[in-house]
């Protein structure tokens, strides 16, 4: 294998074949990389009981004190899976949407998505005598409120007058889930409380399976579209010079959006920031360069985890749920990112 250097990037060439990888793109996935696993390394080691991370990792292979092991491999493994695959998952559908609608802003929860699932998903528990489970509502809900954002708003050119539209189409989903909450017996509130704020605790371990096979298949399509999303960030007459099939792309982009967005709702409920800072924390690691897929999604899960781990040890033993943490987070960041400069049409 030859590596030559070209200005910027790494030239992996190998008999007819040549591969070129952006150099501060990879260096910056690498040490998202680094990082993840040392969150993932505190995380599994800390929490009500502290065990070190050595322990921690011994007992991850199934050696050490049967209390540990079934601490590590029963209770916090599967929280851990759950938030990088959440965590994931909304750092790519952030980075697809904003870069669809053209606006930093678009996110899923700031345009409705979020608050469809969520609304579908107490739907559920407290309104519809119905054997569906919640999270397979929430993923129904999820592609009903993309349906009516982009069906009223419209995205490419409009992404100002899309976001106002889903905004709108949140706040009437936010209302009937309060509604239905209003209306309901206090023990069916208590149960769908989790689904309105965000929690990691305890949450269906096949909703879980299922988000980490749909990222199997969702993260290398993404990718293959990556060339094409990253010249829908021009006008659209520039986009069809170049070849682009503009709308099969928003198509495509659109159903992945949707079905990370909705399986990551089905597993932890609305989380806020994530999607909104985990693309913006990737392009700017990697020098505002193409689309960073990769990056938003390994930036994802790192907010994720370390979100969580927060909740669960800063204020032991009072749990908080991830989503109260990154809302408390994110509100000031969103602020941040209005007054830092003026919002572009092109993340």
Known sequence: MNTDNVRGYWRLSRGG??????KRASVAALGLIAALAMACAMSLATGSANIGPATAFMALLGAGDPMNVFLV?????????????????????????????RNR?????????????????VASIVALPTSLAPSA??????????????????????GYRFIVVGIGVGAVFGALTNLMLARTDLDSANQAYLWTVGSLNARPWLAVQILGMALLVAV????ALNRALATLRFNDNVARGLGVQIDR????????????????????????????????????????????????????????????????????PLEIPVGIV?????GPYLLWILIRQPVRRTP
């Open 17 to 22: 074949y040549s591969l070129l990888l952006p």
């Open 73 to 101: 491999r029963e209770l916090r493994l599967e929280r851990l899976l759950a938030g990088l695959f959440t965590g994931t998952a909304l750092g790519i559908a952030g980075c697809l949407l904003q870069t669809l609608a």
């Open 105 to 121: 802003l678009a996110t899923p929860g700031v345009i409705g998505i979020d608050d469809g699932a969520t609304s579908f998903a």
């Open 137 to 158: 509502l929430a993923l129904i809900g999820a592609f009903t409120a993309a349906a009516l954002a982009f069906g009223l708003g419209g995205s490419g050119a409009r």
């Open 220 to 223: 290398p399509a993404a990718k």
């Open 249 to 316: 792309v928003r198509t495509l982009t659109l159903i992945l959006t949707v079905l990370l967005t909705g399986l990551a709702v089905a597993v932890v409920g609305p989380v806020g920031l994530i999607a909104l800072a985990a693309p913006e924390m990737a392009r700017y690691l990697a020098g505002h360069r193409g689309v960073p897929i990769i990056g938003a999604g390994l930036a994802g899960a790192l907010l994720m985890v370390i979100a969580d781990w927060a909740g669960r040890t800063w204020f032991a």
């Open 326 to 330: 990154t809302a408390l987070v994110g």
